[in-house]
């Protein structure tokens, strides 16, 4: 099969990966939109109003241009590492050699996410351990992305360099007691925490599992373009999850880079985010509103 072949083989796997929730949110938007134009048909209007119980928020247009730049520059070093030309200077466009483009393009939106939170920390005094997880977590996922060795140091030396199912096991485990320690801090957390750590599961899930998938395809079947291709679904769904770990905190602290601009904020605390006014607006009323939404 030529070169092309495999980057379409690529980008129908990040398809099946993305489209479904992408779609999700986009049909979420759609409903939305039409509830507030006009009359929504029979078995459309008990949907929305089972799901207005909590707004869901649409793909932001910021965080889809951050997900296709990201996207486009994978696509680009799987080229390159399908061509067998990805050494020399070219290594920089590489998928995943330490310092490359791409690599660095998802460390900047982890260290981004991890400076947001810090402000966020700095502005609301009663939810600063849980702005200071976050921003720690996020720092040192960033760090590592960024092209740190101590977890690659730590799996050489408990001499799991060579098995990649038992490293993969273990740094699952690692993940998931970082997740834990998280959810300890937020305990006290309503707004952004199923939000934040969501982000961070979905991160977590294209870090370790598919990193793992990518080991066990590299190893076991020697396929360089299979290899490729693993890789490839791997630094993809990185840049999906840094992108949806920078959209949750945003969310949470400056909520108008990322919220349709027609949203009210409606929380007390809102007035401590970066962005928002002096004086919280009220909420529409009028036969446009969505049943369930708060003052219907």
Same mark, same amino acid.
């Given at each position: 099969?030529? !070169?092309?072949?495999?980057?379409?083989?690529?980008?129908?796997?990040?398809?099946?990966?993305?489209?479904?929730?992408?779609?999700?949110?986009?049909?979420?938007?759609?409903?939305?939109?039409?509830?507030?134009?006009?009359?929504?048909?029979?078995?459309?209007?008990?949907?929305?109003?089972?799901?207005?119980?909590?707004? $869901?928020?649409?793909?932001?247009?910021?965080?889809?241009?951050?997900?296709? #730049?990201?996207?486009?520059?994978?696509?680009?070093?799987?080229?390159?590492?399908?061509?067998?030309?990805?050494?020399?200077?070219?290594?920089?466009?590489?998928?995943?050699?330490?310092?490359?483009?791409? $690599?660095?393009?998802?460390?900047?939106?982890?260290?981004?996410?991890?400076?947001?939170?810090?402000?966020?920390?700095?502005?609301?005094?009663?939810?600063?351990?849980?702005?200071?997880?976050?921003?720690?977590?996020?720092?040192?996922?960033?760090?590592?992305?960024?092209?740190?060795?101590?977890?690659?140091?730590?799996? $050489?030396?408990?001499?799991?360099?060579?098995?990649?199912?038992?490293?993969?096991?273990?740094?699952?485990?690692?993940?998931? #007691?970082?997740?834990?320690?998280? !959810?300890?801090?937020?305990?006290?957390?309503?707004?952004?925490?199923?939000?934040?750590?969501?982000?961070?599961?979905?991160?977590?899930?294209?870090?370790? #599992?598919?990193?793992?998938?990518?080991?066990?395809?590299?190893?076991?079947?020697?396929?360089?373009?299979?290899?490729?291709?693993?890789?490839? #679904?791997?630094?993809?769904?990185?840049?999906?999850?840094?992108?949806?770990?920078?959209?949750?905190?945003?969310?949470?602290?400056?909520?108008?880079?990322?919220?349709?601009?027609?949203?009210?904020?409606?929380? $007390?605390?809102?007035?401590?985010?970066?962005?928002?006014?002096?004086?919280?607006?009220?909420?529409?009323?009028?036969?446009?509103?969505?049943?369930? !939404?708060?003052?219907?």
């Amino acid at each position: 099969m030529p !070169w092309w072949g495999w980057v379409l083989v690529g980008w129908t796997t990040l398809a099946v990966v993305v489209a479904v929730p992408l779609g999700m949110a986009l049909r979420i938007a759609e409903l939305r939109s039409r509830g507030e134009t006009g009359p929504l048909p029979t078995g459309l209007r008990s949907a929305v109003r089972t799901r207005s119980r909590r707004r $869901r928020l649409p793909v932001p247009p910021l965080s889809a241009a951050l997900i296709g #730049v990201g996207l486009s520059l994978e696509a680009v070093g799987l080229g390159l590492r399908i061509a067998g030309t990805d050494r020399g200077a070219a290594r920089y466009l590489s998928m995943d050699a330490p310092l490359s483009v791409p $690599r660095m393009w998802v460390t900047a939106l982890l260290a981004t996410a991890a400076v947001a939170a810090f402000v966020g920390a700095a502005r609301a005094t009663e939810r600063r351990p849980w702005w200071l997880g976050v921003g720690v977590v996020a720092a040192l996922v960033a760090q590592v992305k960024g092209g740190g060795t101590v977890h690659v140091e730590a799996l $050489r030396t408990a001499g799991l360099a060579g098995r990649p199912v038992l490293a993969t096991a273990v740094s699952a485990g690692i993940a998931a #007691v970082t997740l834990a320690v998280l !959810w300890w801090l937020s305990r006290t957390e309503r707004r952004d925490r199923r939000r934040v750590m969501t982000a961070f599961g979905i991160y977590a899930a294209a870090a370790v #599992v598919l990193s793992g998938v990518s080991s066990v395809v590299g190893s076991a079947s020697g396929a360089f373009p299979w290899a490729a291709v693993a890789t490839f #679904v791997e630094e993809s769904g990185e840049v999906v999850g840094a992108v949806a770990v920078l959209t949750a905190v945003l969310v949470g602290v400056a909520p108008r880079l990322v919220l349709p601009a027609d949203w009210a904020l409606r929380r $007390r605390a809102d007035a401590e985010t970066v962005d928002a006014p002096g004086q919280l607006p009220a909420w529409r009323t009028g036969p446009e509103r969505l049943p369930g !939404w708060p003052g219907s």
